[in-house]
């Protein structure tokens, strides 16, 4: 048994990709990182043996701590963490034990450079709609929950790019885009090793919506009529940023644990 607080591969596999997934933190060794430099989805890589210096910067947050099986390295850091009055667990079996419950991975390579304050940086077209704001959604829960994202003028995005060292998206010519009929949520899933029948599901409803292509998903209509909406409702692209997290959080919801589930009016039963 673990001789501090754990958490399974199960429960956190039920928290990634949802605003309550506590903060996780990859602190394999260097080898055993090169060895298979992928991450569990969120993670912060970051060095065991320098938790002193960045333990502070997770102050009022709780964290699941990863090394390559769980032991000492984890049980160390999370340790410290706990010193430092942060909430901290050690996943059960570690990284190993993750990828072979077969989990979703991120590909490090896949992540764009980060700033200095090791945050990524993206640029893309401003009054987003419906990729515009799927993306960032999907970046931050799954790729860099401390992901930035610039909206600007269209003619503007390749400059703006260059200058703020930003990874543009969502705009034609570049890498994070439209690729034939897919959108840009499409490349995103698929390139980030995101394939999960929820995120799946979800790519169709937001291609369906993004593409004028309603007969996709029967969802795809109300998220394209939501989207809509909210652009009208802020005028600020941020707002409407953060209007939008909460309601890709429900359809992601709804992909993975609601699509059987129905609702009607209750009919009061005659009496006898």
């Known amino acids: 048994m673990p001789s501090s607080?754990?958490?399974?591969?199960?429960k956190l596999n039920r928290l990634v990709g949802t605003p309550k997934c506590p903060v996780v933190v990859d602190v394999r060794t260097d080898e055993d990182f090169a060895a298979d430099p992928r991450l569990i989805p969120g993670s912060l890589r970051r060095e065991h043996g320098s938790v002193a210096a960045w333990a502070t910067a997770l102050a009022g947050r709780s964290a699941v701590v990863v090394c390559e099986r769980g032991k000492k390295l984890s049980e160390g850091v999370a340790a410290w963490l706990r010193h430092e009055g942060i909430g901290a667990e050690v996943l059960d079996?570690?990284?190993?034990?993750?990828?072979?419950?077969?989990?979703l991975l991120v590909p490090v390579e896949r992540i764009p450079p980060r700033d200095a304050l090791g945050q990524t940086v993206w640029v893309t077209r401003a009054?987003?709609?419906?990729?515009?704001?799927?993306?960032?959604?999907?970046?931050?829960?799954?790729?860099?929950?401390?992901?930035?994202?610039?909206?600007?003028?269209?003619v503007e995005v390749e400059a703006v790019a260059e200058r703020f060292a930003?990874?543009?998206?969502?705009?034609?010519?570049?890498?994070?885009?439209?690729r034939g009929e897919r959108c840009s949520?499409?490349?995103?899933?698929?390139?980030?090793?995101?394939?999960?029948?929820?995120?799946?599901?979800?790519?169709?409803?937001v291609?369906?919506?993004?593409?004028?292509?309603?007969d996709l998903a029967?969802?795809?209509?109300?998220?394209?009529?939501?989207?809509?909406?909210?652009?009208?409702?802020h005028s600020d692209d941020l707002a409407q940023l953060e209007a939008g997290m909460v309601l890709y959080d429900a359809f992601y919801r709804w992909c993975r644990d609601a699509t059987d589930e129905t609702h009607n009016w209750p009919q009061r039963k005659a009496s006898s």
């Open 207 to 214: 291609r369906g919506a993004d593409t004028g292509r309603p």
């Open 218 to 233: 029967p969802e795809a209509a109300g998220l394209l009529a939501v989207s809509l909406g909210l652009s009208r409702v």
């Open 127 to 154: 009054r987003p709609k419906i990729d515009r704001i799927a993306c960032p959604w999907l970046i931050r829960r799954f790729v860099d929950p401390a992901a930035v994202f610039l909206f600007v003028a269209p």
């Open 93 to 103: 079996g570690g990284f190993r034990a993750w990828v072979d419950a077969g989990a």
């Open 166 to 178: 930003a990874t543009p998206f969502d705009v034609e010519g570049v890498f994070w885009s439209h």
């Open 5 to 10: 607080p754990s958490i399974t591969i199960e």
């Open 185 to 205: 949520f499409d490349a995103m899933v698929e390139e980030f090793g995101l394939g999960s029948e929820a995120l799946l599901r979800l790519a169709t409803i």
